[in-house]
T-cell receptor
């Protein structure tokens, strides 16, 4: 069964540094998402991406965050200048269609630790 | 805004016990409801879904019924196994009346289930 893959599984970065989290969505999917889960808290929506542009973003997704689909297969999340509070598990997801027609498939996540 | 509330955890059961994990929601539009499961070290996997009132989602012995009148989507299983030990997340996505949304999921806080032999 096709799956969403994320790399790396664990990223340790110094505060203030840039970090790029990578995701390869399922190949025929059209909608892409990033979520994060701070330890002990809910999974929170960050951003959705469709047709090579952001379609929706949350309040968390400020100017320090950006997303890109550079080559038609990868989907990346960049944090420009990391803060301690960015430490979390970041999940990428993709779906074939919106809403109930296409459930979201998740990767195993990248654990981001900011020192 | 939209929100999902799950019962407090963790839940600890013996094998073959009956499981209920409560989930209630508030939504501004027409929600579709989901249960996701996360096994240790893995990502979120869709367990079941229901897209309209009175629908029952089912998979791997788990069931949940979309109850619009009580805004609930409780997860049940008649006889749990050790292999069901995981974190369970209730979630919704809303199709707003007249608005746009690109399918973002709103999650509950997750319920840790541990099943002992």
């Amino acid at each position: 069964e096709p799956e969403v893959t994320q790399t790396p599984s664990h990223q340790v970065t110094q505060m203030g540094q840039e970090v790029i989290l990578r995701c390869v969505p399922i190949s025929n999917h059209l909608y892409f998402y990033w979520y994060r889960q701070i330890l002990g808290q809910k999974v929170e929506f960050l951003v959705s991406f469709y047709n090579n542009e952001i379609s929706e973003k949350s309040e968390i997704f400020d100017d320090q965050f950006s997303v890109e689909r550079p080559d038609g297969s990868n989907f990346t999340l960049k944090i420009r200048s990391t803060k301690l509070e960015d430490s979390a598990m970041y999940f990428c997801a993709s779906s074939e269609a919106r809403y109930q027609r296409g459930p979201q498939h998740f990767g195993d996540g990248t654990r981001l630790s900011i020192l | 805004g939209d929100s999902v509330t799950q019962m407090e955890g963790p839940v600890t059961l013996s094998e073959e016990a009956f499981l209920t994990i409560n989930c209630t929601y508030t939504a501004t539009g027409y929600p579709s409801l989901f249960w996701y499961v996360q096994y240790p070290g893995e990502g979120l996997q869709l367990l079941l879904k229901a897209t309209k009132a009175d629908d029952k989602g089912s998979n791997k012995g788990f069931e949940a019924t979309y109850r619009k009148e009580t805004t609930s989507f409780h997860l049940e299983k008649g006889s749990v196994q050790v292999s069901d030990s995981a974190v369970y997340f209730c979630a919704l996505t809303v199709r707003p009346a007249g608005g746009t949304s690109y399918g973002k999921l709103t999650f509950g806080q997750g319920t840790i289930l541990t099943v002992h032999p």
